[in-house]
């Protein structure tokens, strides 16, 4: 016998379904959170209310906007490589990669001004404030700190993509890795759109 | 099949040794894997049970003072749930026998089972260093809850990290096998004419999947509050400890289901086996197994009644905890007419099987006296829940993964045990079960107190009477574990089908060569035909 498990057959429809299967994990993850966020929401919502308005709405929205962007990018990658354009599918998901840069750019500035003022977990000057006012920025803190990682885990991912498609691992007829590759990304979009309406617009 | 195949366990890779093993992405080996660390955690938990029990001998301090206690049951959770319990029959046996069932060379994903296997010895590794490392063995039970654990002063963050990763790899493990039964079952094999262990693997994989996730998160919280003092469930920064019981029940109720499913899933494989008769209900079993997984969703309040929920949820919880029993008595039902008029091979996987049955009954039955409000306030924190949930989850998970190690040996290995030694040693280990948990149910009933190194005199005969059980299993378990370890290399040559079984397993050579089937099977008839 000289079978070996080397020779693997593929499957593309196998490793979608395994994607979405870790997608619905990764959103009960997040879900976990949101129940939290919505008790307190609930339990201090005056507080919520003014803690909010400390946010800046206009980095939030450009950083809604630039991952938005990305996710556009990322799409259109997918069909550039289902058409063989190989050069443009690596424009594409450079563009994608520098987008989520940028996100991150933005996200350290919004953060460093937030840890200037004080308003960071077990700060004096938070401590100082009401139970709603810690519990605020404990989430902040918290939630936007872990779709942080998930949006680095997610730039990693497309770097190796990106190395794939350059040595043409990826191309025109098998493209299941770029393609999950933006399931991911849409994943990282999805829930900021999630976090950005709930942290920064609440009224 | 020709005589000069080579097994999987004589397979020479790329790798010689125990590399061969480590890094084989080979289903087979991996099980192997699992069920050699599995069963070194299991003996490490077995020993700090014993301990306790030498402890709870007499009142007062016997061996050990109340913080070593503390530690002690705390270890014994850690280890006996979140590396042997919820991994078990999955990891090993659905590792080993999922793909040959459904007719499949390998699971879908073969290299990631590899990672799940070795993300499972990183998370052991994280947790257990809690014992060495830092400030001292944790002591907050493995429920961690909070606020204790979050001012506890002991090592805390690596257990809460171990579980963590552990939680990691066991949604890996449900993903793959999910994805597997979706894409790999062999041509005319419909979901309908799928073995039971499968069926009862793809219910687990959806809980490992979608409850995981939400333990995953509360751990990473209660390590953020800890590290960042972040005041989630700290009632002095505004958090709520009751909102972590929620979430912690949110997944560890579903989690039980992750450990009973699957050992549901082996009890409908060797009851039919034995007793050479088609399984009673096919279509009952799979529905019960996903409609479990479904409620079982929906029932963790009934940990909290003692926590002060409101009077509506107490009624809404208890009613689902009962709606939750019916599907696992529906399955009772449909093993035990089973063996109705069959012919019934009282063979030692056979024994273990009844026992299981016999044994889930009590601890099934002896749930609904803590689903029901009114008497869990009674018995809630005291022995005679430790009682009902070593009945349900070591009488049924344990047993079962012992009557799937005595049914699927002979196929693993090649070989077959000795079945006189195999018998008395399920003998003694029953008789030792039985005398180790009964006295609980008494013992709690009277009031006793779970948790503490220390009780009260007039609860030390039903004690003693329980440590002296607890020394007969395990004379059981060595008497198991030499006969089997013995026989793995020393016992008689296994023919492919020792027991009669119908399924896939038995049709491949014992051992199954490492591609498993020369050519894919087609499937024309139902599992379980006979005659």
Redesign the interface.
Known sequence: MEHNHAIVHRDDEASRIGMWLFIFTELFLFAGLFLVFIVYRYKYSESFHLASKELNITIGAINSIVLLLSGMTIGISHVAIQKGNKKLTLYLLAITIILGIVFLVNKYFEWRIKFEHGLYPGSVDLLALSKGDIMFFGLYFFMTGLHALHLIAGLAFISVVFGAVVREKVHATKFALLENCGLYWHLVDLVWLFLFPLFYLIN | MDQN??SYLD?Q?KYKGIRSWIFS??HKRIALLYLYSIVSFFLVGATLGLLMKLELIAPGRTIMGAQTYNGLFTLHGITMIFLVVIPGIPAVFGNFFLPILIGAK?V???K?NLLSWWLYVTGAVIALSSQFMGSGPPDTGWTFYAPYSLMAPTNVIAALLGAFVLGFSS?LT???F??TI???RAPGMKWLKMPLFPWSLYATGWIQ??????I???L??VI?ERL?????FNPA????PV?YQH?FW?YSHPAVYIMILPAMGVISEVIPTFSHKTIFGYKAIVFSSLAIAFVGYFVWGHHMFAAGLSSQSLFAFSFLTFIVAIPSAVKVFNWVATMYKGSIDRQTPFLWAISFIFVFMIGGLSGLFLGSPATDVHLHDTAFVVGHFHFIIFGGTGFAFMAAIHYWFPKIYGRMYDTSWANKGWMIFFTGFLFLYTPMFYLGLTGMPRRSYDYLPQYQTPNIISSLGSIVMLCGLAIIIMNLVRSASHGVKAESDPWGGKTLEWQVPSPP???NFEEIPAITNGPYEYK
């Open positions: 195949y080579v397979y890779g992405t080979d390998d879908a994903f073969p990631l949604i449900g993903l793959n999910i994805t979706h894409r790999m999947l979608l409850a995981t996730p939400i995953g998160i509360t990473l919280m953020a960042f003092k972040i005041g989630f920064l505004g958090g709520d909102l979430l949110i060569p490492l591609e």
